[in-house]
């Protein structure tokens, strides 16, 4: 039996809920594909271990986000990618595209699932598979990739150590109330990974180049972009894509909405302009959208 909205989010936020996220997984395999993909990806993957992840961008050339991604070495040879599926084909597209001369194949494959366990006490629950550990807003986030074959036995094994099965509905309406991004909601290729706050957790500017390299630095060197994500509160109900107006003047656009019956009140991700101050009351339509802290 499915726990009621309220129930899930009580687990959540106060023990551990579990579920399998939407992901798509690309094998990149051979002797070249770690050197392939540290030359096409904005983060650092040298020294990367056996089981050890890191997020990364793969960029178009004027550094607008293609793909948010995250690499993990499964063995020498072998690296997982995990993205957002509607991603997936484009991203298969795209890396073969630039793999010119490297020995390396690039496919898409079933044969690994997420599990992902949520909440205060998810840090004590052993899951087996790759640990990645990670968060959603404030909250402890465990990850494990494990083989799809055994994936029945990982959740049922979760749930005996007390994790409350969810939906990814439920782990949505938190994503958008803590503020947090997602490809394909907030984070497409209108933007550059500083305007959706994403620099810090996948862009190294210590490494050689990386695709798109050049307008991520010019940015990086100014000191901020524009615009970045800001969380808002809404007093009624908006689409996606809905313009921000303060004073008349286009500030952002609205990118994510969540409300009931998962949250008592509406909240949103939107795209704005940094000049406007927390607390700002915002035309969003027909609503009002209150920048938060």
Request: hydrophobic fraction near 50%; charged fraction near 20%; aromatic fraction near 2%.
């Amino acid at each position: 039996m499915t726990a009621t909205a309220a129930q899930q989010l009580a687990a959540l936020r106060s023990a551990a809920g579990v579920l399998t996220p939407p992901r798509a997984f690309i094998a990149v395999e051979g002797p070249d594909a770690e050197s392939f993909l540290q030359n096409l990806l904005t983060q650092d993957l040298a020294g990367l271990a056996d089981g050890e992840s890191r997020r990364a961008l793969l960029l178009t050339p004027k550094a607008r986000v293609l793909a948010d991604l995250r690499v993990t070495r499964l063995a020498a040879e072998r690296v997982l990618l995990d993205v957002e599926p509607a991603v997936a084909n484009e991203l298969v597209r795209q890396l073969t595209r630039y793999r010119l001369g490297a020995k390396a194949t690039i496919e898409r494959t079933d044969a690994w699932t997420l599990v992902s366990v949520i909440g205060p006490t998810a840090p004590a629950i052993a899951l087996p598979g790759t640990r990645i550990e990670t968060t959603l807003g404030a909250l402890p986030r465990i990850d494990a990739l494990v083989p799809t074959a055994e994936l029945t036995d990982v959740l049922a094994a979760a749930v005996a150590a007390d994790a409350v099965p969810v939906t990814d509905a439920a782990v949505e309406a938190l994503r958008v109330e803590s503020g947090e991004v997602r490809l394909g909601h907030d984070v497409d290729e209108r933007w550059m990974p500083a305007e959706v706050g994403l620099v810090e957790a996948t862009v190294s500017f210590e490494k050689g180049c990386f695709l798109g390299q050049e307008p991520v630095t010019r940015l990086h060197r100014r000191g901020h972009a524009n615009r970045g994500p800001r969380r808002l509160a809404l007093d009624a109900d908006v689409a996606p894509g809905t313009p921000l107006m303060l004073d008349g003047k286009d500030v952002g656009v609205i990118t994510s909405v969540a409300g009931a019956p998962w949250l008592d009140t509406l909240h949103a991700i939107g795209i704005v302009r940094v000049e406007v101050p927390a607390g700002a009351e915002l035309v969003a339509g027909t609503a009002r959208a209150t920048t938060l802290a």
